[in-house]
């Protein structure tokens, strides 16, 4: 029964792009929270090696934890909505080598807000990356609307 459920969940893993120990093969999108209030809808165009996939983006609403501080030694923090939006963008034969992304932004009218194309490189993650991992791309829309990959964070976020 055991190997019937582990069998299970590694062929769920292959179909939906997540590794089983949770690494999702793909790309996160964070927008910033100064131009993130006035984009209702997006989509992508990933392109390698003569083929483009258009992956299904579903955005949400950016969070971040607030300290509340801390009394005998046990320290509080509250998860509060930010005027930021995010996506992370699942791609399950996404590949460590150069990809160009097109990204479409729009507002609740359904006019365009950002229509620009990067080219990036997915970095392999995980901390068995050559077996378990997979490649991502880290990207942003900054406040003035300029879509770039995105420094890495020195929090160690991935």
Request: glycine residues 10%.
């Amino acid at each position: 029964m055991g190997a019937l459920l582990l069998a299970l969940l590694l062929l769920a893993s292959l179909s939906t792009g997540y590794h089983p120990v949770g690494y999702m093969r793909g790309i996160s999108l964070d927008i910033d929270p100064a131009f993130g209030p006035r984009v209702s809808a997006a989509s992508v165009s990933i392109c390698w090696n003569g083929s483009c996939r258009t992956p299904f983006v579903e955005l949400s609403r950016a969070t971040e934890v607030v300290d509340m501080g801390c009394d005998g030694g046990t320290c509080v923090g509250q998860v509060a909505l930010r005027a930021g939006k995010y996506a992370r963008i699942v791609v399950p034969d996404l590949s460590p080598e150069p990809v160009r992304v097109t990204l479409n932004l729009a507002d609740a009218a359904g006019s365009s807000l950002l229509a620009q194309t990067i080219e990036v490189t997915p970095k392999m993650v995980g901390p068995w990356y050559r077996r378990n991992g997979g490649p991502q791309a880290h990207l942003e829309v900054t406040a003035n609307g300029t879509f770039r990959e995105a420094p890495p964070k020195r929090s160690g976020r991935p």
